[in-house]
């Protein structure tokens, strides 16, 4: 079983549809949870970042913890076709900048016009 | 922003040669810099942890000798594929640490696409 769980898509919405990804985890060690978004041949960049349990909010997007439950959501509302892209979860076990992150599989997204 | 480099954005390599990748930290120090591989549709896989100035930690299964890292400085991270063969083709993608707002942010290159004929 791997760490970290993720469906790989493609997930197909039209235009201004709302997106939503989620990733399972097995190990209750991991504090940290991130998102990040990569185009295709280009290096991922970090969409949001979240610590506790709980929903935190920037623009259009959403991301959600639940620890009990292991299982981390985004969500991307109003979608835009620049929203095509591949969304990979990353979890961190401790805050120091040397800690290694794992990620999942990531998902494939295609915003249609 | 935290800006990460990598040179070159491609490169195309007969087999047996070495290869040369560069990662820079642009705007910010980084004590701790990683380097990745990614084929095509599938996730990141951690290769190596670079630490400025001491010897890299190399992940389960990847070849120290094959994979040569440098880490030289703050900004400054390489990675050497010593005798390039096609199995090393991918696209290799580097990242820099830092401690932002009381967590770890790692900022990622752009990526480097090897092709090894």
């Known amino acids: 079983q791997k760490e970290v769980e993720q469906d790989p898509g493609p997930l197909s919405v039209p235009e201004g549809a709302i997106v939503s990804l989620n990733c399972t985890y097995s190990?209750?060690?991991?504090?940290?949870f991130m998102w990040y978004r990569q185009y295709s041949r280009k290096g991922p960049e970090l969409l949001m970042y979240t610590y506790s349990s709980g929903n935190k909010e920037d623009g259009r997007f959403t991301a959600q913890v639940d620890k009990s439950s292991k299982y981390i959501s985004l969500f991307i509302r109003d979608s835009q076709p620049s929203d095509s892209a591949t969304y990979l979860c990353?979890?961190?076990?401790?805050?120091?900048?040397?800690?290694?992150?794992?990620f999942g599989g990531g998902t494939r997204v295609l915003v249609k016009p | 922003g935290a800006v990460v480099s990598q040179h070159p954005s491609w490169v195309i390599c007969k087999s047996g040669t070495s290869v040369k990748i560069e990662c820079r930290s642009l705007d910010f120090q980084a004590t701790t810099m990683f380097w990745y591989r990614q084929f095509p549709k599938q996730s990141l896989m951690l290769m190596a942890t670079?630490?400025?100035?001491?010897?890299?930690?190399?992940e389960q299964g990847v070849e120290k000798d094959k994979f040569l890292i440098n880490h030289a400085s703050l900004t400054l991270s390489t990675l050497t594929v010593t005798s390039a063969h096609p199995e090393d083709s991918s696209f290799y993608i580097c990242?820099?640490?830092?401690?932002?707002?009381?967590?770890?942010?790692?900022?990622f290159g752009p990526g480097t696409r090897l092709t090894v004929l």
């Open positions: 990242s820099a640490a830092r401690l932002a707002g009381g967590y770890n942010e790692q900022f």
């Open positions: 190990n209750s060690a991991f504090q940290y």
């Open positions: 670079s630490n400025e100035g001491s010897k890299a930690t190399y």
């Open positions: 990353a979890l961190s076990l401790i805050k120091a900048a040397g800690n290694k992150l794992t």
